[in-house]
Nanobody
Framework: QVQLVESGGGLVQAGGSLRLSCQAPGSIGSIRVMGWYRQAPGKQRELVATITRAGSTNYGDSVKGRFTISRDNAKNTAYLQMNSLKPEDTAMYYC?????????WGQGTQVTVSS
């Protein structure tokens, strides 16, 4: 089963920064869109940010101006730079890669922001 490999989560104080990485195996082929989603306990999974192969980005309202998504197509890797973190950003962060036929998810990386 193909899975994405996420890294970079951890514990940080409010106002701090973290950078998440997500690498997809080359075997899945051309990735159309890569994205980050998050899910806090008791809440639904929500969009954080997505980026197309051409570099077009989309952000959830709660992270606009604080988070930046980027990708390296040659490495099949997406990044999420998170600045000015808030306690409400605490969640499990999941990476998703979409090809023309399939969607692949990572197992998640925990981000905890202390007040």
């Amino acid at each position: 089963q193909v899975q994405l490999v996420e890294s970079g989560g951890g514990l940080v104080q409010a106002g701090g920064s973290l950078r998440l990485s997500c690498q997809a195996p080359g075997s899945i082929g051309s990735i159309r869109v890569m994205g980050w989603y998050r899910q806090a306990p008791g809440k639904q999974r929500e969009l954080v940010a997505t980026i197309t192969r051409a570099g077009s980005t989309n952000y959830g309202d709660s992270v606009k101006g604080r988070f930046t998504i980027s990708r390296d197509n040659a490495k099949n890797t997406a990044y999420l730079q998170m600045n000015s973190l808030k306690p409400e950003d605490t969640a499990m962060y999941y990476c998703k890669a979409s090809t023309w036929l399939y969607e692949y998810w990572g197992q998640g990386t925990q981000v905890t922001v202390s007040s």
